[in-house]
Nanobody, 121 residues
Framework: VQLQASGGGLVQTGGSLRLTCAASGITFSNYVMGWFRQAPGKEREFVASINRSGDSTYYTDSVKGRFTISRDNAKNTVYLQMNSLKPADTAVYSC???????????????WGQGTLVTVSS
């Protein structure tokens, strides 16, 4: 299983970025997809998840209304659109896959390499 995240970079407060995670080695449509982030010196935290068909999503409270997760099962890809970015959003963002419930932030089985998002004040 390979999960490759991309799209990170340096952005000013209030700016936007779109992260992409390309998956291979799995039957993509069978899996719940999630995004996580880890800020310097902090533990990894859940950001967002999406169910297999892409019609249901779940977000941590701090990103609700600013971030949008979506997926394209034909392209084996999951996206994270991040708007109104804040310095507190600075972190390495990674995607992960799991079976089971999309509203449960635990149980992720495979993880990809992350992409760094830096939000300047």
């Amino acid at each position: 299983v390979q999960l490759q995240a991309s799209g990170g970079g340096l952005v000013q407060t209030g700016g936007s970025l779109r992260l992409t995670c390309a998956a291979s080695g799995i039957t993509f449509s069978n899996y719940v997809m999630g995004w996580f982030r880890q800020a310097p010196g902090k533990e990894r935290e859940f950001v967002a998840s999406i169910n297999r068909s892409g019609d249901s999503t779940y977000y941590t409270d701090s990103v609700k209304g600013r971030f949008t997760i979506s997926r394209d099962n034909a392209k084996n890809t999951v996206y994270l659109q991040m708007n109104s970015l804040k310095p507190a959003d600075t972190a390495v963002y990674s995607c992960a896959v799991k079976l089971g419930s999309f509203w449960d932030a635990t149980g992720y089985k495979y993880w990809g390499q992350g992409t760094l998002v830096t939000v300047s004040s």
